[in-house]
Nanobody
């Protein structure tokens, strides 16, 4: 079973920045970030291909978030700038099928909490 280790979440004021990390065991291909706010469905945030040459973003984060990866470390990152209170959620990573952005693993791990105060 895949193992996912998250880091980088926390509490930040609106306008601030955070950088999330997700280290996955085993081989990864296209990877994505998702988030789930309280009382809401989990939603797609960003994704990138194995080479990192193609990236994809939800409209709500475009221009503020940047997804990247280090394949030597089997780690994907999410740099989040200009954070807004509506970005508050638990963030998760998963293997994705592009272009549908459908998550491929049943296991999500504990995720990492991001809380943005106004």
């Amino acid at each position: 079973q895949v193992q996912l280790v998250y880091s980088g979440g926390g509490l930040v004021q609106a306008g601030g920045s955070l950088r999330l990390s997700c280290a996955a065991s085993g081989r990864t291909f296209s990877m994505g970030w998702f988030r789930q706010a309280p009382g809401k469905e989990r939603e797609f945030v960003a994704a990138l291909t194995w080479t990192g040459t193609s990236t994809y973003y939800a409209d709500s984060v475009k221009g503020r978030f940047t997804v990247s990866r280090d394949n030597a470390k089997n780690t994907v990152y999410l740099q989040m700038n200009s954070l807004k209170p509506e970005d508050t959620a638990v963030y998760y990573c998963n293997l994705v099928k592009i272009p549908s952005m459908t998550p491929q693993w049943d296991y999500w791990g504990q995720g990492t909490q991001v809380t943005v105060s106004s």
